[in-house]
């Protein structure tokens, strides 16, 4: 299973940038699927999350700024980032609890690559 990010870029401050992350391979469902995101010097933090049935949670951080959203039959989670500040610079991850089938069927967490999303004032 290999989860592919797109989507950062450099934005203005009060920019939108939409990520979208597809995971690929063996996969029988996936539950919870998230973004995380770390900027230079400090901890990787959760941005946002959606289980398998639509519910989501944002931190405080980004409520009201940010919506994650997933399409089940793409296997892809997609993050619209608007009202876009500064200190949303990080390099943004996704993750996704899968489940696969290796000779019995288990849950599995993968993450993708970093997408770099980069604010200026």
């Known amino acids: 299973v290999q989860l592919q990010a797109s989507g950062g870029g450099s934005v203005q401050a009060g920019g939108s940038l939409r990520l979208s992350c597809a995971a690929t391979?063996?996969?029988?469902?996936?539950?919870?699927m998230a973004w995380f995101r770390q900027a230079p010097g400090k901890q990787r933090e959760l941005v946002a999350s959606?289980?398998?049935?639509?519910?989501?949670t944002y931190a405080d951080s980004v409520e009201g700024r940010f919506a994650i959203s997933r399409d089940n039959a793409k296997n892809t989670v997609f993050l619209q980032m608007d009202s876009l500040q500064p200190e949303d610079t990080a390099a943004y991850y996704c993750?996704?609890?899968?489940?696969?089938?290796?000779?019995?069927?288990?849950?599995?967490?993968?993450w993708g690559q970093g997408t770099l999303v980069t604010v200026s004032s």
């Open positions: 993750n996704a609890d899968v489940w696969i089938v290796e000779g019995i069927i288990r849950r599995t967490t993968y």
């Open positions: 391979g063996s996969i029988v469902s996936i539950s919870t």
């Open positions: 959606i289980t398998g049935g639509g519910g989501t």
